[in-house]
């Protein structure tokens, strides 16, 4: 049986991976043809555009910020893309606080900076888990377990905090909105947390808590939403799929012997990629039957990535044609594509 | 990130140092050469020990390691255990104290990146504190120092989720991150590639708590379980073995942060974690393990051949001078498979120095590499030096 993908030329990168969920974003540039890839390590940002050709790379480094110094060591926790109609952002989250940038890095275009406490205590103050949110909101997940919505105008600078979303008592782990395209689903956000709980939202000018769905005292370390499915990936190996709005579990997977990194889903053909510190790259694939209201979830393919604890595996493309994965210590992007 | 890793770093590394310390100064005993000036007796190892154990367990000296703040930087790291070392009577020259860091940061690394479970990491710490409670069981009241130790590092480390842990641990890998540093006794084992990355098996008991991969089950509406289905995980997983123990002593199960260098406990470890497979049953005391001396003849050219000499005619103070007589290493990097010469002896130059105060702060004038200070997280060590002094 044929090999549902194989490995392609990696991409180098100017420095490793860190240890940190969902540690990779991929952004696709169609009408230029580019492909962006973001690796934090530690207190930088190694941006790469990668061109379809394989011809072309270009790199660039964004810092991390802090106050008016002028180089922070302040550790990133995350870097991702947010996709709006009318612009693209990237946004990257730090213990000092959240920087937004134009989707190639060149400006920074918004600074907010946490409420950090004048002598260190006991519990970290950083913010991760980051999403774009319908037409112009960007959410940000804080430590406390606070949720910071963004209200984002079509261009400029002009960004202002609108809200702030506190129902998770632990720090905030991955934030992600619906990505299918539907306007049908009542669903717009789902936020995780330390403890695995998983808050199910509606955005508008006051966002609207629909559902909470209680965890397994186990962190949930990266999660998605397609389609009105949460898909939740666990520190202790198992994904879960809830149905957002009313919390009903449709299914459970013993997916990885270790905790897992990073979830993503190709949207157009309901590919679902897994990856955790036990080396496995894993994709699956989810059907739903609306008639019967059920989701269920095939295996499809293993990667192992040798002696790799993997941090981050996004797909490249919305059918999942292609993924993209990086590991602790790696200083590369390691890429797959369909056979 | 977290503000709580200082006191597990500190212990984990200092264990490491300890192990590698003490059976550098047994070897040296077992190893009886005539030409020595002098004889480093296993009174001199314990009398070693116990100042250093002491210093690392120190009440005050641990109060400030558990107060929330941010890791120390490489620099202030290696000037603490640099200190740390040389709490006793004996001394490190620079060039041995860099490979002595290198070996015992290279083998926390590997118990950070193999650690089953994030709060594993407790269990691991405990392993390096048991082993040093059995190194110096002669002294009940250093034994209680680090029971008492222990007991505070279970009440600030046993009320953490998961979440908070792996935070600890990523905290500690931006640490070691790009730290590649080839390890003989790690390349024998198979347990690091040339590359310098650890060797991650996919085969093995899960960690406590997780369920072998291969299983999905789907559920109706009302919860009830109406598929399994089986897909095949491509490593060979097995059912998870019991937790290691949490509290002051029992069963920690995972070998990580055992002595690796031989010397004996009297906990018989279960080889129970993945990479455990080669694992050699621990010795006793009197007979040299090959093993074990093999691997000490490495870990002599690994820092460059301490010379022990004991000056018999002195009656000033011990100190110690670790000449490096290897200098045909590159660098940092460890040689390959090498040839060992088994009757090779390690010498340690000691003369005894009666005025140990003064002479920390002098080797820690020494030690603090004048020149350009760099980040202010040198600032971070300085109270925690100038306590050290005063002990």
Redesign the interface.
Known sequence: MAKMYHKEKSIQIK??A???YNNLSVLRIAPRCLTYFTVV??NVVNMVSASWDGLNYSHRQLQSKEGNVATS?S?I?QAAWCVLPSRDLLVLTS?KGIQMYESDGSIMVYWHALDTPET?????V?ARGIAAVREKYICVGVSSGSVLVFDVPSKGSNITLSEVLEEHK??I?DIASECSGSLECIADLVSA???GLLCVWKSGEDFQLLNKIPGF???CSSVKLWKGTVIAGY????IRLYEGVTG????????????IYSLDIAPFTGLLISAAE???VRVWHLSLTPET??V????MY?E?V????ICGAKFCDGDGYAFAVTG??LSEIIRYTQA | ????TLPLLIINLGGEMIYILDQRLRAQDEHDDKTQRGRWTDDDRKRVMNDIVATMFNKAFLEELLR???LYSHRALRTVLTRLAHASIMRLNPASMDKLYDLMTMAFKYQI?LC???QDLLVITFNHTDTIKELVKDNPSLVNQINEAQRQLIEVYTPL????F??I???L??LF??M?IRVSIFLKENIQ?PNG????Q?SGP??Y?????????????K?RDVRK?R?????S?TRAVRQGSFDLSGDRVTFLGTNMYGTPSSEEKDPSTTSNSKRKPKQADTTPNPLATEELNLLAKLMGGMEVQKLSNVDAGFKVNLLALDLEEEGIGISEGTVHQSSRVINIQATQDQLASTELARIAGEFDEGGSPT?G?RNKGDDLLAMMDEL
């Open positions: 420095s490793s860190s240890a940190l390590h530690a060591s550790l926790m213990q260190p205590t006991a519990k970290a950083f632990e720090a782990t947390d330390d403890c005292d186990t962190s520190g202790t190996g198992q009903i579990l449709h299914a459970e997977v013993n997916a990885h012997a270790r905790w036990d080396s496995w209201n059920s269920e979830i095939e295996h293993n192992c040798t002696d790799t604890q602790y210590d | 990130m977290s503000q709580r929330p703040q941010d990146v089953p479970r994030p989720s998961d979440g908070e792996q935070l641990r990523h905290t890998l931006v991150q790009d590649q590639n990355h650890f060797v991650l996919t899960v960690p708590g997780f369920e072998v991969p291969g299983l999905i089950r789907c559920f109706n509406a919860g289905t897909f095949p995980s491509g490593g997983y980040e997280s």
